[in-house]
């Protein structure tokens, strides 16, 4: 173990930031890479009139729709410290492309609408995040809207979502009436709209300003005294150990819109999140983020981020060791060796060649078709494979066929390629070969639409099929004669057959028919 590298790994921190859509999450993000130079300016996403786009919203669906659809990695330096952000998704029909991203991250930041307080997608990507006892940090956003009291918001966390809220800081008023924040961490005032040394006022011994400045005779300064003394005696206590488990969050208060409480709150995150932890891998065995030996995984591929390109990238958290490039590593799935000569990472919109980069990290490798979601690669004698990424059965199938046969071989390679992306499952008719995709959200169909005709030149056309129940089949089981309009016969893109039954009767009458035959919802 290398004292340099142990160094290295110690200055990362990786997260993913969470939320139900609108909450603010991408301009969070923005703001956060306005702290570390990324950027120059924050321009909102709805500020789409002016050509301004948020920054991690790279595909011009999500310039057209303001919408992120995408999990999108951002790197930068603050504090003496190496961030990388994973923005995911907000919309839920994306939530597999969530689920992947929140496996590669050491911490999550949970971003709140103070005014809708906790919303259903928030509620499930938690669970996600809650089961892989990784620490959670909150943002309660949107404070310069009128909103719910700030003691209903941090009592709803341990309602709803099973988890202590210990607040970091308190707001003084909301909306039209907010003066600024009540900073407890930090023993200070944050005063709304200044800026510089004046936007911060200490708090003297007692917790309360000196009367000679004017904020502590503010009538919402005297109330948050109040609710301030009702949370140190009542609230809960700050533990860094219950954090590091998942078991309470510390939770911020802030306006991303008006950049108000961000970097406290960026201040307070790069100072309490863990740096990358070991995993385990081989089943049992537990691997150091300082091990020496390189290692990692495959988490997303995305097709066409530089449409003029045409290219694609497989993105590869490190878990262990360091990145040098022109590393020579085996893929574990097919004990392939494989150079890693051209990898990169991302600083905001622009991309830069990745020379050196150790666990934590995430890095882009250009892919030309090795890769699948979910495989470990590794340098060294030792194979070490990564746990499985969760995999989701689609609910919703269309027929998808090329409108112009021309050019047939444009629809086949967007097929193909955007389908390695994970987001959406491709199946064909079991005896006539055609086309038939699966996901979990309608969403998802529009996107893969505008992407194939955007990106490959190949408009098609999607006929729904409707809900359906997929369920696999043992081939040795399989008899062609059990197919029929009610369980539709098709083949996965391992060439798996399965049915996919119109409704649940008929997956049951099917059973009833057939009781020696063994369904399952997954391979």
């Known amino acids: 173990m290398s004292e340099g590298l142990l160094d290295k790994v110690q200055k990362r921190r990786t997260f993913a930031i969470i939320s139900h859509p609108d909450a603010g999450k991408t301009t969070i993000t923005e703001q956060m890479l306005l702290f570390g130079g990324v950027i120059r300016n924050a321009g909102t996403v709805k500020a789409r009139k002016t050509g301004h786009y948020a920054t991690s919203d790279w595909m011009e669906i999500e310039k057209q729709r303001g919408i992120s659809v995408t999990s999108s990695v951002m790197q930068f330096e603050y504090q003496g410290k190496r961030i990388n952000i994973l923005d995911t998704p907000g919309h839920e029909d994306f939530s597999e492309d969530t689920y992947r991203t929140l496996m590669a991250v050491d911490s999550a930041v949970m971003v709140i609408d103070s005014a809708k307080g906790i919303e259903p997608q928030t509620k499930k990507l938690f669970k996600v995040v809650k089961q892989r006892g990784i620490p959670i940090f909150t943002f309660m956003n949107k404070l310069d809207r009128d909103g719910r009291p700030p003691l209903d918001l941090i009592a709803e966390l341990e309602d709803l979502l099973g988890i202590e809220g210990v607040a970091m800081n308190w707001p003084i008023g909301s909306g039209q009436t907010l003066q600024g924040l009540y900073d407890i961490a930090n023993n200070q005032v944050e005063l709304y709209h200044q800026a510089g040394a004046k936007q911060f006022i200490p708090l003297n011994e007692a917790g309360t300003l000196p009367a000679s400045e004017p904020m502590s005779q503010n009538p919402q300064f005297q109330d948050t005294l109040g609710e301030i003394e009702l ?37 307070g995150f790069v100072k309490l999140a863990p740096a990358p932890a070991s995993h385990v891998v081989n089943q049992d065995e537990r691997l150091e983020a300082d091990d020496t030996e390189f290692s990692g995984f495959v988490f997303k591929i995305q097709a066409n981020m530089n449409p003029q390109h045409r290219d694609r990238i497989a993105f590869v958290r490190i878990g262990s060791g360091e990145f040098k490039k022109g590393l020579d590593v085996t893929l574990a799935r097919t004990d392939k060796p494989i150079r890693l000569n051209n990898a990169t990472e991302f600083m905001s919109s622009e991309r830069v060649q990745v020379s050196d ?14 890769f699948q979601i979910g495989d470990s690669i590794y340098a060294g004698k030792r194979k070490i494979t990564y ?23 444009s629809f086949h390679k967007g097929m193909n390629q955007l389908v390695q992306e994970g987001a959406i499952q491709l199946y064909r008719n079991y005896q006539t070969d055609d086309y038939i995709l699966g996901a979990v959200g309608q969403l998802q169909f529009e996107v893969f639409k505008f992407r194939m005709k955007n990106e490959y030149n190949s408009e098609i056309e999607m006929t729904n099929i409707g809900h359906r129940v997929a369920r696999w089949i043992d081939p040795s089981q399989l008899d062609l004669a059990m197919s029929s309009s009610r369980n539709l016969l098709v083949k996965d893109r391992y060439d798996q057959p399965l049915f996919l039954f119109e409704n649940q009767f008929a997956e049951r009458f099917f059973q ?8 399952t919802e997954k391979l």
Do not use: C, H, W
Not at 358 to 367: P, R
């Open 357 to 370: 980069a150790v666990a934590g990290d995430i890095v882009g490798l250009y892919d030309t078709g090795n």
């Open 231 to 267: 949370i140190k005696e009542a609230g809960n206590t700050f533990d860094l150990t219950k954090i590091m488990a998942g078991d309470q969050t510390p939770v911020f208060f802030g306006s991303a819109l008006t950049n108000f409480g961000v970097e406290t709150f960026l201040k």
């Open 387 to 409: 746990p499985a990424l969760p995999e989701f059965t689609p609910e919703l199938f269309v027929r998808v066929t090329a409108k112009n046969v021309m050019k047939q071989k």
């Open 512 to 519: 009833d028919k057939y009781p020696d035959v063994k369904l």
